[in-house]
């Protein structure tokens, strides 16, 4: 499943306005407790733990990470076996790709699908936290050179279709999870069409100058810990990331909850 397809399809059809009032978002916490919530891949009713995704035991038990055996800068998956950890495929050595490292939590597919899915189309807000608090169990000891925290950001118009930012979503509970400071100081400057409508050779160009820097000041010299809910062609997160080295950050390490396999 495409994520711009559906950033595009539904935003203009499902989304009632971003804003739910405090009164409503107490009631859900109170109906989250008092009764059984659906899981969010196959909507069997669970009393849903505090750190379950929204998934009940079942599906979490089909979660795919993403594979270990991946190129150690891009992430990208290799085919060969017995290679060391430190392996870098062949188009990371032929040229330095901005970010330093690409982390992925899991696979992109059933049942992590839902969740993103429900993290950015149903409103189901929470399940960044929930995101968050999984991806630092599972890098914190591969992010202990980062020092600030910044989200991808969305363009301001699909901001206010969908009244948040899934990757801040995910980035704020993790900054401080990880106890680090957290800045969005990257700005979308260009409502760029979705990225699986352009054929593969127009991707680069499309992105080009779709960032910007809003406050360097904030970022220079720092390492960074860039996260987006999702990598797909990893073309975003290395044109947001060549946007902050440009501003002066030292490093750029990508963590991302899923990757498209
Ligand atoms: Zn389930
Ligand atoms: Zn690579």
Request: hydrophobic share 40%; glycine share 6%; with cysteine.
């Amino acid at each position: 499943m495409n994520h711009d397809d559906e950033a595009h399809a539904v935003t203009s059809t499902l989304y009632a306005p971003p804003t739910e009032n405090v009164t409503r978002r107490l009631l859900r916490r109170v109906l989250d407790v008092v009764l059984p919530a659906a899981c969010v891949a196959c909507n069997k009713l669970v009393r849903e733990p505090a750190d379950s995704l929204g998934l009940c035991d079942d599906c979490r038990g089909h979660l795919v990470r993403w594979p270990s055996r991946c190129c150690a800068t891009c992430g990208k998956t290799l085919d060969a076996s017995h290679l060391p950890a430190s392996y870098r495929c062949g188009e990371c050595r032929r040229q330095e790709p901005p970010c330093a490292v690409v982390l992925s939590g899991w696979s992109y597919q059933p049942p992590i699908d839902a969740v993103l899915t429900g993290l950015k189309f149903r409103r189901l807000e929470y399940l960044g936290g929930q995101l968050a608090r999984e991806l630092a169990r599972l890098f914190r000891d591969r992010l202990t050179d980062c020092d600030l925290v910044v989200p991808v950001p969305l363009h301001w118009r699909r901001y206010l279709s969908r009244g948040y930012n899934q990757a801040a979503a995910i980035a704020t509970p993790l900054a401080a999870e990880l106890d680090l400071p957290t800045a969005s100081v990257l700005r979308r400057r260009l409502s760029t069409p979705a990225q699986s409508q352009l054929r593969r050779v127009e991707r680069t160009g499309n992105l080009k100058g779709a960032f910007s820097v809003k406050r360097p000041s904030l970022c220079a010299g720092r390492h960074v810990l860039l996260i987006d809910d999702i990598v797909t062609t990893g073309t975003t997160v290395n044109t947001a990331a060549r946007c902050l080295l440009n501003a002066g950050v030292a490093s750029v390490t990508t963590l991302t909850a899923a990757r498209t396999p």
